[in-house]
């Protein structure tokens, strides 16, 4: 007998409008969506100013002013301040930078707080110590466990043919436990990065029996143009799907004669490999579970990227019907402070084949070992060639900072540059549970990894964080189309923000695509855009749109015209040739995102109705000669 939430699973459309966002929550929990009265898409269009259009950068309201009609419209915000206490606490440096984090994707390992105390806590734990001798101690700033990837192999990870440390083995069973995988169902590879995980399955992944790569990505991704290069190496057969313009939803008819298979006979072999994200990282498009169904009953391996996801996403798949042959997946270090990390790929241990060809590959690029410098989890000894890169991390002081109140000034603000596609090959901030002389007095007690990171998300939970990431990033996306040129002819404006992909929409994914555009109607070039942000301390992604159908010849030349189009050069297949690149900008809401970030973004896009700003900008541009603006 299936659950409700199964068979809501099931019945999702395959446009990705109805994608369950609370699949394995009961129904009390989804007050928005249970309650008839409620009108989402009215009370984002109010949480702004009733009836508001903002033609001048000084008439939008204050952060206070603006907080309150983003409450009144959002009643069940305040119910997320345990997220606020949570940055104030243990990611105070976050406040001191006062710079606004809207570029990154992953999860988040460790806090900043945790980092920060640990060599406190050792010193304390020391001078406490009955005995008088000191237990295993850090120095301020060094690594917990660092990374190895010279010598790396997968089969000690994969399978029964290598050791792994009792250190990497619980690395790995706090990663699964957070991505809600069982250790019964599937093996994980640690890899160097995201692109290194890709990568990794496509040199493994047998295309000589199973031809097709079939991929859904509305954006350049390098992950992903690594892995076509090396799938083509081996002969496979590349195709992608297509993006309805203007809002960029699934071309589904193109997809499903991709991917089903016309032959009602059962194939002895695998069609190939599907890789699907369940939304655009740089659009926010939701993509309907549905397909992973669809692709496994017409005879695909499934790869799902869950790159794109939010904290505790996972515990919407219900993977007990959905349950892909490979996923991927990444995790950086501290947010706001620290990009570097890893990525994971999981194999499904049914996929007897795979794991066995993966485990006597001889290419073991991009995969690597954790290694604890703690004598409490010692590792096997490795070659002498072996590398290690190591890192510090550099340690501002800490204060304390009020929570974000309709009546407070103090709002919490957000932190640096987090990328998740790094090539730092070190990791820190991994502690034991209670204090280090606890855990070594305590000799009848497991010693615990405790990434604090991932366990405020588990704390929080689902509901929280999702309601939390779904009211900034509409407020948001509300915000910047009710920005608008003034123009001399009556009843007329024009948008200053062009929005690519899904408006206002209750299931639509934490991130928003954007370009701004001058009085003129000309597109201010989003390079530009994402330093004079970054010069205004708020960090923003850029990227290319690609895939994208038109429905009409004309509308597809009128648009390269006006989006100035990335021509030759940019394009690497011939069948890509009808389709055009756009330059986009993308901002990214986060577990740890808050009101004021979004409104200092909105605040900094609405300067660029002022067209003296714009053209002073753009001519100190151009004056520089070169194609980034220094800072």
């Known amino acids: 007998m299936q ?56 008439s939008i309201p204050s952060l206070n002013d603006a907080f309150t009609y983003f409450v009144r419209a959002y009643p069940l915000y305040p119910d997320t301040q345990q997220i606020d206490q949570i940055r104030a606490d243990e990611y105070n440096h976050l406040a001191l930078s006062k710079h606004v984090c809207l570029d990154y994707n992953g999860q988040c390992l460790f806090s900043y707080a945790q980092q920060q105390s640990f060599p406190m806590a050792t010193a304390a734990a020391y001078s406490s110590s ?36 009792e250190f990497e083995s619980r690395i790995r069973s706090r990663i699964m436990r957070f991505m809600n995988l069982s250790e019964d169902d599937y093996s994980m590879v640690f890899t160097a990065n995201q692109s290194s ?14 031809r097709n790569l079939v991929t859904v990505y509305d954006h350049k991704s390098e992950a992903v143009e690594l892995m076509v290069e090396s799938s083509k190496k081996k002969g496979a057969r590349i195709s992608s799907a297509e993006f309805l313009w203007p809002n960029l939803t699934l071309a589904t008819g193109k997809l499903r004669r991709l991917i089903v298979n016309k032959r009602k006979k059962k194939r002895k072999t695998k069609r190939g490999l599907f890789v699907f994200p369940l939304q655009s990282r740089l659009t926010g498009t939701p993509y309907s579970y549905q397909w992973l ?59 007897v084949s795979f794991i066995e060809s993966l485990v006597t590959s001889p290419s073991s690029i991009g995969v690597i070992s954790l290694i604890s410098t703690s004598p409490q989890f010692p590792f096997p000894e490795e070659p002498e060639s072996t590398e290690i890169k190591t890192e510090q991390i550099s340690k501002p ?40 002389f ?61 929005i690519y992909g899904p408006k206002i929409q209750i299931n639509r994914g934490p991130a928003v695509a954007f370009n701004v555009f001058d009085w003129k109607g000309e597109k201010v070039d989003p390079g530009m855009v994402q330093k004079l942000a970054d010069r205004n301390n708020i960090s923003l992604s850029n990227g290319f749109l690609k895939q994208i159908s038109f429905s009409e010849k004309n509308e597809e030349e009128f648009e390269m015209r006006k989006e100035r189009v990335v021509e030759e050069g940019e394009r690497t297949d011939r069948s890509e040739k009808r389709h055009c690149w756009i330059s986009v900008v993308s901002a990214g809401v986060g577990f740890l995102t808050n009101f004021e970030d ?23 541009y151009m004056a520089l000669n070169q194609n980034t603006i220094e800072v």
């Open 293 to 351: 169904n669809i692709a496994r009953e017409n005879d695909w391996d499934v790869c799902l990227d869950t790159c794109a996801l939010g904290a505790k996403d996972m515990e919407t798949l219900g993977l007990s019907l959905f349950k892909p042959e490979f996923l991927i997946s990444s995790f950086y270090k501290i947010f706001g402070e620290n990009p570097s990390g890893f990525g994971c790929l999981f194999i499904k241990k049914s996929n």
């Open 438 to 498: 606890e855990s070594a007095r305590s000799t009848n007690t497991e010693m615990e990894i405790n990434c604090r990171g991932l366990d405020h998300a588990d704390t929080v939970g689902l509901r929280l964080i999702s309601i939390r990431g779904r009211y900034l990033i509409n407020w948001l996306t509300n915000a910047l189309t009710n920005l608008q040129h003034p123009n001399a002819e009556e009843g007329f404006r024009q948008g200053l923000v062009r």
């Open 130 to 165: 009955p005995s008088g001798s000191p237990p295993f101690l850090h120095s301020p700033g060094s690594p917990f466990f660092n990374i190895s990837h010279r010598s790396a192999k997968p089969n000690t990870q994969v399978g029964n043919c290598g050791q792994e440390s």
């Open 397 to 436: 002081g800490l204060q304390n900072q009020n929570l974000a109140t309709p009546e407070s000034s103090n709002l919490p603000k957000i932190g640096e540059d987090a990328e998740i596609e790094e090539e730092e090959l070190s990791i820190t901030g991994i502690v034991e549970i209670g204090t280090p």
């Open 598 to 620: 979004v409104y200092r973004l909105w605040a900094f896009v609405s300067r660029f109705l002022d067209a003296d700003f714009v053209e002073k900008e753009r001519w100190r």
């Open 3 to 58: 659950s409700p939430c199964i068979r809501e699973a099931s019945k999702a459309c395959l446009r990705g409008c109805c994608r369950p966002l609370f699949l394995g929550l009961p129904d009390s929990s989804l007050p928005l969506a249970s309650t008839p009265a409620y009108n989402f898409h009215g009370a984002t269009q109010t949480s702004l100013h009733p009836n508001a259009r903002f033609s001048d950068h000084e």
């Open 197 to 210: 995980a890709f990568k990794l399955l496509a040199d493994t992944y047998p295309f000589q029996y199973n």
